[in-house]
């Protein structure tokens, strides 16, 4: 059975009807298999996650970062959770995914939500940033790849300015805060796709923009703080985004390593370098 028939056979199981069917599937995400379904009139998206999807999200977590997220009203209605599998169905948002929008058009529906979130009661487990990347080097490191000289370099810098920024205080965080994931619905944004929320400081939302342009992620900081930012504040929020790039740039590797590059037909290994001269360049920037 192929992938749609099978997205097709589980809707109409858990909807208990025989009229799904499938309407396209979402591009983002670099595995994920999330397709737009239509039963009983309605839409919905329906998420299988790709090989090894379970390496790096806790549907624990997951499942229960959605439940917290609902007192907000700016998630879709999760409809099913399978926590062993990660599968899940969901109301369709109908609206323009800001990735494809000049987002900064969009900076200040993006900082309210922001500031709706990081200013809630929301209990989030801590992100912990650094102990996600020790893992991810482990995967990669499990397959066979030494981490070249380069990467190494860039990793003890991060962790020589972690220091400072320790005392930071954490707030609620989706943690992957970028366009892809925010859905732009009439005059109300939605920030869907809660996998990796956690408490963390602020700016590391903010840093998410910088997937699609970091000159992004400057311009979401500016409104963010209200002001021209600081020395400081550039290069707080410079700190997280390099982190994010080495990051991406384990997660890349290890898909490339598993096989992923042939099997999505996307050159995993080239997305890894891509993200460690983006780091290479914030840090020396």
Known sequence: MNIEDYI?????????????????RLEGGMSNYTY????????????????????????????????????LGINNVTTYVEILSGEKLAEYVEGTIMSTTDVVSYNELSVNALKKIHGSDLK?????????LDDDERYCRETGFTHPQEYLD????LEALREKYKEIPMVPCH??????????SGDKLYVLDWEFAGMNDPFYDIACYGNVGFDKALSLLECY???KPTKDELERLSFHRAFQCLQWYNVAI????????????????????????????????
């Not at 299988?48 to 970062?65: I, L, Q, S």
């Not at 860039?154 to 810098?157: N, V």
């Not at 598993?258 to 890894?272: E, P």
């Not at 891509?274 to 020396?284: N, R, S, T, V, Y």
Request: proline fraction near 3%; glycine fraction near 4%.
């Open 8 to 24: 097709v056979a589980r809707v109409n199981a858990l909807l208990h009807t025989q009229d799904t069917r499938i309407v396209m």
């Open 36 to 71: 737009v379904v239509e039963s009983q009139n309605k839409k919905f998206t329906y998420r299988v996650p790709g090989k090894f999807a379970e390496k790096f999200v806790d549907r624990v977590d997951e499942w229960h970062n959605i439940q917290e997220v609902d007192r």
């Open 124 to 132: 989030f487990k801590p992100y912990n940033a650094f102990g996600r």
């Open 154 to 157: 860039l990793r003890a810098q």
């Open 175 to 184: 943690c992957d805060y970028q366009p892809t994931n925010l859905v732009i």
């Open 225 to 227: 703080v209200g002001h």
């Open 254 to 285: 290890f898909k490339d390593r598993v096989g992923l590059s042939k099997d999505l037909n996307m050159d995993f290994n080239a997305v890894a370098l891509m993200f460690l001269g983006m780091a290479k360049d914030l840090l020396e920037a």
